[in-house]
């Protein structure tokens, strides 16, 4: 009798010991071969991600390199990713951004932030640094693996890492 109710007291306390998903961090960072103020030229604006990322097809967007802005990346492999400026600093070459309204299709992470900037590098050039901080897309305590953790890290971890090469090549034009 004991033993049983020791296991219904711990069954009925087991929901008490589970939790959400934990957030998930991706930090890429690229080296390009020119100044810090020409690579800004080319990636410190909300509107053109087109211009540089190789993987997006087209942005609109709305309300200039403000605070408040909004856009839509739509994807060349499909899906839009709808997102809100949060910051933008020119002069310290870095903007910040989140995700307005999820689209499991196109990125398997139910939200996002992420930030962007552009600094000297140690040896001469510019450090580019784009850091994201995700929850995946199923933020039940099962997710199905194509909404789990792992599938929204390798997303978003491809997605900056994309980006950054194929900033690096038209900048540099390799």
Partial sequence: MRTTLSLLAFLLAAPAFAHGPTPIKVDETIV??????????????????????????????????????EREVTLKKGGVLKEGLDEYDAAAHKLAWRMSDPNLDAMP???????????????????????????RGDTSNEPPDNLNDDAARTAMATFLHSGLEGLKKKIEGK
Avoid: C, M
């Avoid at 190789?54 to 609109?60: F, L």
């Avoid at 900037?117 to 450090?127: D, I, K, W």
């Fill in 32 to 69: 390009i071969a020119a100044d810090p103020k020409a690579v800004w030229a080319v990636a410190g604006k909300f509107d053109g991600l087109a211009a540089w990322h190789p993987d997006v097809q087209s942005v609109k967007a709305t309300g200039g390199d403000a605070a408040g802005a």
């Fill in 109 to 135: 992470a139910s939200s996002y932030s992420l930030s962007f900037s552009v600094e000297p590098a140690a040896n001469g050039g510019s450090q580019v640094k784009w850091y994201g901080r995700l929850y």
